[in-house]
């Protein structure tokens, strides 16, 4: 081999490792990445029954766990829907694509053992297979994803990372009440200054023995078939309702042939006004849950007397 092959070698050698010496060295930025065969992976073995969600900045857990029945949401009632997006994906938690090997690194992705969230997943088994959850690539997308004692930083695509993002109300159920209004009976409306009866007669809607408004009437059904909150409440806010005594109350009862009645309570709820936040605390009669009702909601749940009767 002569000089110059030597010297067009050693040049084209010199443009690789320039071309190259980015990706080594991004765990120093935090940023770019690499893909490696012995990667990132959460090896789970038979059904999934916990997921602790520990938010590790103030030490709250986020705990979903499955019930006899359902699955809950630091026992409370769980959007359905959502952990059953979620389950599949914990399945496949794996990533070759590294992006930093720097503990240095961690606090700024959010991995370090005091940023982030640490995610314990359970089976069954005595210990949980546990992997830390950082802030999401806005660059090349995914979140980076840590396993617990490792220094190397992945980055984790799909869907699970944004799942796993979300807070302890992004995952309660919204939907409080499903009525078949077709089956709807008898609505009864309570405030301080009396009682209203809504009820089905053969050529209508009538309240309180008087033909009813039925744009009113139908304001109020047409909520019934899927009745969402707006918000919830502070556990402080929840524990401080007294619904002992509501300022307002609706139950709505369908047919029931074999009640002696021929009704059956189909739904009940009882409304707190929170006149400083602007809207209603509400409760199910059968619950204990507290949640938010917007006050334009309530206005059509429970229209006054005179909204119910035909305008002139």
Known sequence: MN????????ILLGIAVLLYLPR???????????????GFAVPLSGTV??????LLADGDTIRLERGPEEWTVDGLRIDMSKIETLLPVLTDLSSSILV??????HDDLG?????GRRIDIYTGEDDPASFHLGNRDLGAGGYFVRMGG???????????GGYLSRDRDGWRQRVIARVDTAAVRDLVIRREDGEVVVQRGDDGWVADGAPADSAAVHGMLGLLPSLSVTSFPTDDEAAAADFSTPDAELDVFAEAGGDVTGRELALGLRFLQDEEAGDWLVQLVDG?????????TVRRLLPERDALLPQE
């Not at 029954?49 to 520990?54: A, F, L, N, P």
């Not at 991995?111 to 940023?115: A, F, K, N, Q, Y």
């Not at 204990?288 to 334009?296: D, G, P």
Request: proline fraction near 3%.
């Open 3 to 10: 000089p110059k092959h030597v010297k067009l070698i050693a």
């Open 24 to 38: 080594l060295l991004s765990d120093t930025e935090g940023r770019g990445s690499l893909e490696v065969d012995d």
């Open 49 to 54: 029954t916990r997921v602790d969600i520990v």
């Open 100 to 105: 930093a090997r720097n503990p240095e690194n």
């Open 111 to 115: 991995v370090s053992e005091t940023t």
């Open 150 to 160: 490792a220094d190397e930083v992945f980055r984790l695509g799909g869907s699970a």
């Open 288 to 296: 204990e849950e507290v949640y938010r009702l917007a006050a334009f």
